[in-house]
């Protein structure tokens, strides 16, 4: 059962546009959201996060929306740079559990 | 600041070989701590999670398990590897405060079981 799906395995967007990377989930009950970015042969890096109480979380160049109706969070990045190529992993926790689920990920290419 | 070390970061193992991988946690106290496999092409699934000394969760049925000797340190062990347990593993860590806190990854450790 993947509680948290990322239906897109890859992404290519050219350099200086967004790039909007998509998550969804079906458990109601989580309530926290963090993207994080994976380079090969690396542990992830965490980018940004975002409580159910909100629906839009911004740093720098990343976006995080959530759509709690719809359980569908997504990560825009703007403008999108070479150096962003990676692969981008959503996780969901519910507070109090100690859990974080992952999806499977969306490789993004960025192209110069 | 935290940091988080595991080791080794390459290692490959033959078939019924045991394993042991090592993860400590340096800068706080009362980590939870867990290990997450990566295998090839896929996403990264939780294997087991702790929330303090002696309190370890498995999430999925296998042949691995996991210890808690120290407050800090988390270990990832098998008797007898086999071929599906090849794959990226990594040790992370959280805040002990459970409510809405980032979990951080250490760099990963390459087992290949031939």
């Known amino acids: 059962d993947q509680q948290v799906k990322q239906n897109s395995p890859s992404l290519s967007v050219q350099e200086g546009r967004i790039s909007i990377l998509n998550c969804d989930y079906t458990n109601s009950m989580f309530d926290y959201f963090l993207w994080y970015k994976k380079y090969p042969a690396e542990g992830p890096t965490f980018l940004i996060s975002?409580?159910?109480?909100?629906d839009k979380n911004e740093d720098g160049r990343f976006t995080v929306f959530l759509n709690k109706s719809a359980k569908h969070l997504s990560l825009h990045i703007v403008p999108s740079q070479p150096g962003d190529s990676a692969v981008y992993f959503c996780a969901a926790s519910v507070t109090g559990t100690y859990k974080y689920i992952f999806g499977t990920g969306t490789r993004l290419k960025v192209l110069a | 600041s935290q940091t988080i070390h595991q080791w080794p970061a390459t290692l490959v193992q033959p078939v019924g070989s045991p394993l042991s991988l090592e993860c400590t946690v340096e800068g706080t106290s009362n980590p939870n701590l867990y290990w997450y496999r990566q295998a090839a092409g896929r996403g990264l699934q939780l294997l087991f999670y702790?929330?303090?000394?002696?309190?370890i969760s498995s999430e999925v049925p296998q042949n691995l398990s996991a210890s808690r000797p120290q407050d800090r340190q988390f270990i990832l062990s098998s008797k007898k590897l086999l071929l599906s347990d090849s794959g990226f593993y990594l040790c992370a860590w959280s805040s002990g405060t459970g409510v809405g806190g980032t979990i951080y990854f250490g760099e990963g450790s390459w087992l290949t079981v031939v």
């Open positions: 975002i409580s159910s109480i909100k």
């Open positions: 702790s929330i303090g000394i002696d309190q």
